[in-house]
Nanobody, 121 residues
Framework: QVRLMESGGGSVQAGGSLRLSCAAF????????MGWFRQAPGKEREEVAT????????YYGDSVKGRFTTSQDGAKTTLYLQMNSLKPEDTAMYYC??????????????WGQGTQVTVSS
């Protein structure tokens, strides 16, 4: 069992930066893939970034590539999402997710409660 807790959301003006954190608790030694997803009102959930916790290889959605960076701490129990050059369209609830298998399939089993990011123009 894994529990995830996000933090770091908030309101920022366009062009600004925010850093989200996701702390993982429980059976974290078996987590091989973690990711960030977001969902805006009336829109489908969107994959923002995923990271292989063994190799630290990361994948980014096209809408955030070059602006967002995901990373993990040395203990691999905290996931970060550094968001730069934020745009109003980045406004959404951001969720952290984790799974035991590889990142090839996005069948994430564990989800955090979400943290709101609001970007004003």
């Amino acid at each position: 069992q894994v529990r995830l807790m996000e933090s770091g959301g908030g309101s920022v003006q366009a062009g600004g930066s925010l850093r989200l954190s996701c702390a993982a608790f429980g059976d974290t030694y078996s987590i091989y893939c973690m990711g960030w997803f977001r969902q805006a009102p009336g829109k489908e959930r969107e994959e923002v970034a995923t990271i292989d916790t063994i190799s630290s290889s990361a994948y980014y959605g096209d809408s955030v590539k070059g602006r967002f960076t995901t990373s993990q701490d040395g203990a691999k129990t905290t996931l970060y999402l550094q968001m730069n050059s934020l745009k109003p369209e980045d406004t959404a609830m951001y969720y952290c997710a984790a799974k035991y298998g590889s990142c090839r399939n996005l069948d994430f089993r564990y989800w955090g409660q979400g943290t709101q990011v609001t970007v004003s123009s």
